[in-house]
């Protein structure tokens, strides 16, 4: 089957670090997204990993770790805008091609 | 550039009521994806397209749900009859070709359906 895992709700305080996890379980990987999605919103791609290490992307990094099956994002320097939902989602080969699965979302909540 | 277009953007119907909602992907991008979102089970993919052949139609819940890409820069997903339990909120996605060297999906405003 396949599971992605991430906390439901997260908050921190304007400035700070927060870091999202996800785990995943799925039959096949072909890399992993995070998406940020705003209160009725569409989803927007912040980030992709498909081979184990850190990617560095502004004031967001995102890691992985393919033997472990886990993932996380960083939001430095945390603004009031960065309160949002954010998506974990796996690429998973099916067949000659492949789907995204996406995680239901961790809703982070950035106070002053 | 535009992004993904969606249309209508809201949706109020009564079930048993036929429900069309519409899709022009972004010009370029092969990939075209039809998503559900609800509080409960989350994003889920529904079909998706590739050079306007559908895929992967394992996520449409039942015969009732129906998609069509006639060409490149057009997609229907159609609801008939509507029931209320498919109240949520629709996206549209394309993505790029280059599937190698992993490509993001961009999303479309959504459309929110709601089924009384």
């Known amino acids: 089957g396949q599971n992605i895992d991430q906390p439901t709700e997260m908050t921190a305080t304007e400035g700070a670090i927060v870091q999202i996890n996800c785990t995943y379980q799925t039959s096949g990987f072909n890399g992993l997204f995070w998406y940020q999605q705003h209160a009725g919103e569409a989803p927007t791609f912040l980030s992709y990993n498909v081979l184990d290490g850190l990617e560095e992307k502004g004031r967001f990094s995102s890691f992985l770790s393919r033997s472990k099956g886990y993932s996380y994002l960083l939001l430095k320097e945390l603004q009031m805008k960065d309160s949002a939902s954010y998506l974990c989602a796996v690429r998973a080969p099916m067949d000659s091609s492949y789907k995204l699965i996406f995680g239901s979302g961790t809703r982070l909540l950035v106070r002053p | 550039d535009a992004g993904v277009i969606q249309s209508p953007r809201h949706e109020v119907t009564e079930m048993g009521q036929e429900v069309t909602l519409r899709c022009k992907p972004i010009s370029g991008h092969d990939y075209l994806f039809w998503y559900r979102q609800t509080m409960m089970r989350g994003l889920e993919l529904l079909i998706y397209?590739?050079?306007?052949?559908?895929?992967?139609d394992s996520g449409m819940p039942e015969d009732r749900f129906s998609a069509k890409m006639p060409n490149a820069s057009f997609s229907t997903l159609k609801i008939q009859p509507s029931e209320p339990r498919d109240s949520a909120v629709y996206f549209c996605?394309?993505?790029?070709?280059?599937?190698?060297?992993?490509?993001?999906?961009?999303f479309g405003p959504g459309t929110r359906l709601t089924v009384l």
């Open positions: 996605a394309s993505s790029p070709p280059g599937l190698a060297g992993g490509s993001e999906q961009f």
């Open positions: 397209f590739n050079n306007n052949v559908p895929i992967d």
